[in-house]
C-alpha cells in the first residue's frame, strides 16, 4: 500500500514536470499541429499514474460518497464530447480529444478528491510539492524563453520536444518595428502566447507563496525562499519577454484577485511582504521596459501591420465562429474538428487557418450548448464550493481572462491537461 502511494505521487510529480515540455511521436501527421495526432511523453506517465492509482483504488476499496455537483456537469460535457464524435468529420481526431478529455478528467480528480487524507492512512499528494515542481519546470521554460530573445534564435531538438523558430519565416511569431522583426519568446512550447500563459500561474502561485511564508527557521528554507525569488523575476522577465497582450492583462487581473484576498484575509506581516514585492516587480518591469518600450508599445498600441492584420483575423474568426455555431447549435461539429471544418466547407482563406481565439466559443461550435452550459455550471460550483486558497480565486479569474482570448486550452494536447492541473489544484 504505502508503496502504491509513493509511486502515484512520484509519477503525478513527474507528469506535472514534464508537462510543458512537448517531446511527442507523431501518429498521424498534418499540415498544422490542431490536426496531428500524437502520444507525448508527458501522456505516458500520466496514464502509468492512473494506473497505479487504480490499483490503489481497488485495494483500499473506498466506500462510496455523495458527489460534489462539479461531476454532474463534467458528466455532461463528457457525454456531449462523445456525441459530438458522430457529428465529426475526422472521426479520428474527435476520438484523441475524447482521450484527452478522460485523461483531464481523471487528473482532476486525482488532484482534487482522489488522493484526499480522508480516505487515506495519510495524503498520497503533496500539493505543495506538486506546486514546487511545476514552478520548477516553468523556471525551465523561462529560461529558455530568455535566452530565445536575447539571442533571437531558437533551436531543434526532437527528444525535448523543442522546434525551430527563425524570425524571418512567414508564420514565426514577431514583433514588427523600423528596427527589424523581433522574435518573441516561446520556451519550449508552440506559441509566445502559450509560454505567457503558463507563466501567468507560475507567477501568482510564486507570489502566494513568497508573501504567505511567516516563519523561516532553518538555512534550507532561505536557500528554498532565495530560489523561489529567483524563479519569481526570471518568469516575470519572460513573461515580458512573450509579448502576449492577453497573458500581461491575465497577469495583471489575477495580481488584483489575488491582493483583494491578501488584504482581506491575511495579517499584517504578509500584506507588507506583498507591497514589497509588488514594489520590486514595479521597479524590475520598469528597468526591463526602458530598452524594449518600442516592442511593448507596438503590441500595446496595435497599429503596424502585423498588429493590423492580426486583430483583422481575430474579428473574421469572430464572424466564423457564429456562423458555424448557428448551424450546429447543439452537439456541435466535432471535439478538435474545428480546423478541419474549416478546410473541408473552405471558409477560412487565411494559408494557416487556426481556431478561434476565444476557448468559450471555439468549445461551444465544437460540443455544441449543452456542453457549454455544463462547463459555465461546473466554474460556478467550483468557485462556489471550492477550497479556501488564496491563490484560488486569482488563478481561476486568469485562466478565465485567458480563455477568453485564447484557444490552446481546448485545441491542443497540452491545453486540455493543464487546464485541468490548475482548477485541481486550487
Given at each position: 500500500m504505502k508503496f502504491l502511494r509513493l509511486l502515484t505521487e512520484g509519477l503525478l510529480l513527474l507528469f506535472i514536470f514534464l508537462l510543458p515540455w512537448q517531446t511527442k511521436l507523431i501518429i498521424f501527421a498534418a499540415n498544422n499541429n490542431f490536426n496531428e495526432v500524437s502520444l507525448y511523453?508527458?501522456?505516458?506517465?500520466?496514464?502509468?499514474?492512473?494506473?497505479?492509482?487504480?490499483?490503489?483504488?481497488?485495494?483500499?476499496?473506498?466506500?462510496?460518497?455523495k458527489s460534489p455537483k462539479i461531476w454532474y456537469f463534467l458528466g455532461i460535457v463528457e457525454i456531449?464530447?462523445?456525441i459530438s464524435f458522430f457529428f465529426a468529420s475526422d472521426k479520428i481526431l474527435a476520438t484523441y480529444h475524447f482521450i484527452l478529455l478522460i485523461l483531464g478528467l481523471a487528473l482532476f480528480y486525482i488532484l482534487r478528491e482522489g488522493l484526499s487524507p480522508a480516505f487515506y492512512a495519510e495524503n498520497i499528494f503533496n500539493r505543495k510539492r506538486a506546486i514546487y515542481i511545476f514552478l520548477t519546470s516553468t523556471f525551465l521554460q523561462a529560461s529558455l524563453g530568455i535566452y530565445q530573445f536575447f539571442t533571437q534564435s531558437t533551436f531543434a531538438n526532437k527528444y525535448?520536444?523543442?522546434?525551430?523558430?527563425?524570425?524571418?519565416?512567414?508564420?514565426?511569431?514577431?514583433?514588427?518595428t523600423a528596427s527589424g522583426r523581433w522574435l518573441r519568446a516561446y520556451g519550449g512550447l508552440d506559441h509566445p502566447n502559450i509560454l505567457g500563459g503558463v507563466l501567468?500561474?507560475?507567477?501568482?502561485?510564486?507570489?502566494?507563496?513568497?508573501?504567505?511564508?511567516?516563519?523561516?527557521?532553518?538555512?534550507i528554507q532561505i536557500y528554498g525562499l532565495l530560489l523561489l525569488f529567483v524563479n519569481y523575476f526570471v518568469s516575470l522577465l519572460a513573461l515580458f519577454f512573450t509579448f502576449s497582450r492577453a497573458s500581461w492583462l491575465a497577469f495583471f487581473s489575477g495580481l488584483v484577485i489575488l491582493?483583494?484576498?491578501?488584504?482581506?484575509?491575511?495579517?499584517?506581516?504578509?500584506?507588507?511582504?506583498?507591497?514589497?514585492?509588488?514594489?520590486?516587480?514595479?521597479?524590475?518591469?520598469?528597468?526591463?521596459?526602458?530598452?524594449?518600450?518600442?516592442?511593448?508599445?507596438?503590441?500595446v498600441k496595435a497599429e503596424t501591420r502585423l498588429e493590423t492584420i492580426s486583430i483583422t483575423e481575430r474579428q473574421e474568426q469572430l464572424k466564423e465562429v457564429t456562423s458555424i455555431i448557428k448551424k450546429n447549435p447543439i452537439f456541435g461539429i466535432g471535439a478538435g474538428n474545428y480546423v478541419t471544418y474549416l478546410e473541408k466547407e473552405e471558409i477560412n482563406v487565411n494559408p494557416y487557418p487556426q481556431p478561434v481565439h476565444n476557448s468559450f466559443l471555439?468549445?461551444?461550435?465544437?460540443?455544441?450548448?449543452?456542453?457549454?452550459?455544463?462547463?459555465?455550471?461546473?466554474?460556478f460550483f467550483l468557485l462556489r464550493d471550492g477550497r479556501r486558497e488564496n491563490f484560488s480565486?486569482?488563478?481561476?479569474?486568469?485562466?478565465?481572462?485567458?480563455?477568453?482570448?485564447?484557444?490552446?486550452?481546448?485545441?491542443?494536447?497540452?491545453?486540455?491537461?493543464?487546464?485541468?492541473?490548475?482548477?485541481?489544484?486550487?
Open positions: 511523453g508527458s501522456h505516458l506517465v500520466l496514464g502509468l499514474a492512473l494506473l497505479s492509482f487504480f490499483v490503489l483504488q481497488i485495494i483500499k476499496r473506498r466506500e462510496e460518497e456531449c464530447f462523445f525535448l520536444g523543442l522546434a525551430n523558430h527563425d524570425p524571418q519565416v512567414l508564420g514565426t511569431a514577431v514583433i514588427e501567468v500561474f507560475s507567477l501568482l502561485l510564486s507570489v502566494s507563496l513568497l508573501a504567505g511564508k511567516k516563519i523561516i527557521n532553518s538555512r491582493s483583494i484576498t491578501i488584504f482581506r484575509k491575511e495579517d499584517k506581516w504578509v500584506k507588507n511582504r506583498f507591497l514589497a514585492l509588488l514594489l520590486f516587480s514595479l521597479v524590475f518591469l520598469a528597468l526591463v521596459f526602458v530598452p524594449y518600450k518600442d516592442l511593448a508599445l507596438t503590441r471555439l468549445f461551444l461550435a465544437e460540443t455544441g450548448f449543452i456542453s457549454f452550459f455544463a462547463l459555465l455550471f461546473f466554474f480565486f486569482a488563478l481561476v479569474v486568469s485562466l478565465l481572462v485567458l480563455m477568453l482570448f485564447e484557444h490552446w486550452f481546448f485545441s491542443l494536447p497540452f491545453g486540455i491537461l493543464f487546464f485541468f492541473f490548475i482548477l485541481g489544484i486550487i
